[in-house]
């Protein structure tokens, strides 16, 4: 591994190479970015033409739907205040843990 690296680090073709690989996957991945952004627009756009059609007060649906989605979100973060905590107190253990093996090994 360490050869192929400096083999590549050598030769300025090889830089060269390896730039342009890095920077199609960028731009391949900023593509997708941006037709999945594209995508969500459409969808919400989409959806406000659908409320505005369907129904005679879409901004209170809208306030209506952004109240249950935060109550819903706030019980849900209640629920797993147990669950949270058991978790901390296992990352805990297991990092004391960890030290104490690694005191060990010294």
Do not use: C, H
């Amino acid at each position: 591994m360490d050869q192929m690296i400096d083999t590549l680090m050598s030769n300025p073709l090889y830089i060269g190479i390896a730039v342009i690989i890095a920077v199609i996957i960028v731009f391949g991945f900023i593509k997708r970015l941006f037709k999945l952004v594209g995508l969500i627009i459409v969808i919400a756009v989409g959806y406000g033409i659908y409320l505005y059609m369907t129904d005679p007060n879409p901004a209170e649906t809208l306030k209506r739907q952004a109240r249950e989605v935060t109550e819903q979100g706030k019980q849900v973060w209640q629920d797993t205040e147990g669950l949270r905590q058991e978790a901390g107190d296992q990352v805990k253990k297991t990092v004391e843990k960890a030290k104490e093996e690694l005191d060990k090994q010294k």
